[in-house]
């Protein structure tokens, strides 16, 4: 493909998530492990401006620690921009500036963010005319939590997360999110579970069947009901995180005891995902957590997935 181009600088702005549901099966053969998850996007953002460059390169700021983000071609947006510019054929390269503000290594898909945002940029950067759908799929290439990064709202994924059918969800649920400044391995808390696992294979083995989503969950979401769904949340991979960080259950009973309707681990963690009845609600449990000296964030879901910026 040629040069040409449409525009000199795109500014695409894509959310974090938080796994309102996550049930995990066996692992198989190639390592990974077949999962059921319901996604919801919320309103905690990474800004990513593409422009034109000879090369890939990266630069990369934000209002998180971004001391630990690679700047070189292991970095997920760069992986994105260049799977892109292989799949069109451009024979040029791209500059990618990221500012996050989704935690780092804290379970709620800031990378993946930062990838779709990638790909969306670049589509119009190069004036490639991908469809959403063309998106999630090389999305798909990337990472699990890439291709709802591009779709955003609320979804449901199985098979590695991957395979995306979007949920309806009524209204607004509001979260108040803590986070840590010490990241976590995904990969880590995955060893872990299947630890656990194998160790005490009564009470947390995995169903012997394909996971799936509770339909609780899904009635909860159809009717904006943030009561229903508290009853209703799941994370397999709670006990494993908190197995690996055990000062987090404290910090769940605290949020629990302080008014949140329901606390757990978002995704892998360390971030905490306490779902609150209303923003009144969430304002005095955000109050609430930072007066006790942790770092508390107010979000609520379900918002749009990657999308364009006008700067």
């Given at each position: 493909m040629s040069q040409a181009r449409v525009s000199d600088r795109v500014h695409v702005r894509a959310p974090g998530k938080v796994n309102v549901f996550f049930e995990v099966g066996e692992v198989q053969s190639d390592g990974y492990h077949d999962v059921a998850s319901a996604y919801q996007a919320v309103s905690v953002y990474e800004d990513l401006w593409a422009t034109p460059s000879d090369d890939?390169?990266?630069?990369?700021?934000?209002?998180?620690?971004?001391?630990?983000?690679?700047?070189?071609?292991?970095?997920?947006?760069?992986?994105?921009?260049?799977?892109?510019?292989?799949?069109?054929?451009?024979?040029?390269?791209?500059?990618?500036?990221?500012?996050?503000?989704?935690?780092?290594?804290?379970?709620?898909?800031?990378?993946?963010?930062?990838?779709?945002?990638?790909?969306?940029a670049c589509d119009v950067?190069?004036?490639?005319?991908?469809?959403?759908?063309?998106?999630?799929?090389?999305?798909?290439?990337?990472?699990?939590?890439?291709?709802?990064?591009?779709?955003?709202?609320?979804?449901?994924?199985?098979?590695?997360?991957?395979?995306?059918?979007?949920?309806?969800?009524r209204g607004r649920f509001d979260w108040v999110l803590v986070t840590s400044t010490d990241g976590m391995s995904t990969p880590d808390v995955f060893d872990e579970l299947?630890?656990?696992?194998?160790?005490?294979?009564?009470?947390?083995?995995?169903?012997?069947?394909?996971?799936?989503?509770?339909?609780?969950?899904?009635?909860?979401?159809?009717?904006?009901?943030?009561?229903?769904?508290?009853?209703?949340?799941?994370?397999?991979?709670?006990?494993?995180?908190?197995?690996?960080?055990?000062?987090?259950?404290?910090?769940?009973?605290?949020g629990e005891r302080s008014g949140a309707l329901?606390?757990?681990?978002?995704g892998s963690g360390p971030t905490l995902a306490f779902l609150v009845a209303d923003e009144e609600s969430a304002l005095d449990l955000q109050v609430t957590m930072s007066a006790a000296g942790f770092a508390a964030l107010h979000v609520h879901g379900p918002v749009a997935g990657a999308r364009i910026i006008p700067d």
């Amino acid at each position: 493909m040629s040069q040409a181009r449409v525009s000199d600088r795109v500014h695409v702005r894509a959310p974090g998530k938080v796994n309102v549901f996550f049930e995990v099966g066996e692992v198989q053969s190639d390592g990974y492990h077949d999962v059921a998850s319901a996604y919801q996007a919320v309103s905690v953002y990474e800004d990513l401006w593409a422009t034109p460059s000879d090369d890939f390169t990266i630069a990369v700021s934000g209002t998180v620690d971004v001391s630990g983000v690679p700047l070189d071609g292991r970095n997920l947006a760069v992986r994105a921009a260049r799977l892109l510019a292989e799949e069109i054929g451009w024979d040029g390269g791209v500059h990618l500036e990221i500012r996050k503000a989704v935690p780092v290594a804290g379970g709620m898909g800031g990378g993946s963010a930062d990838a779709a945002a990638a790909l969306v940029a670049c589509d119009v950067l190069w004036d490639a005319g991908l469809s959403s759908a063309d998106l999630q799929r090389l999305a798909a290439r990337l990472g699990a939590d890439v291709p709802f990064a591009v779709l955003g709202g609320t979804a449901v994924g199985t098979g590695r997360g991957d395979q995306l059918s979007p949920a309806l969800a009524r209204g607004r649920f509001d979260w108040v999110l803590v986070t840590s400044t010490d990241g976590m391995s995904t990969p880590d808390v995955f060893d872990e579970l299947d630890r656990q696992r194998a160790q005490d294979t009564v009470d947390i083995a995995p169903a012997r069947r394909q996971p799936t989503v509770a339909p609780a969950v899904l009635h909860a979401l159809r009717a904006g009901d943030a009561g229903m769904l508290a009853a209703a949340v799941r994370n397999d991979l709670q006990a494993a995180t908190l197995g690996l960080r055990p000062e987090l259950a404290e910090l769940i009973d605290l949020g629990e005891r302080s008014g949140a309707l329901a606390g757990m681990v978002s995704g892998s963690g360390p971030t905490l995902a306490f779902l609150v009845a209303d923003e009144e609600s969430a304002l005095d449990l955000q109050v609430t957590m930072s007066a006790a000296g942790f770092a508390a964030l107010h979000v609520h879901g379900p918002v749009a997935g990657a999308r364009i910026i006008p700067d």
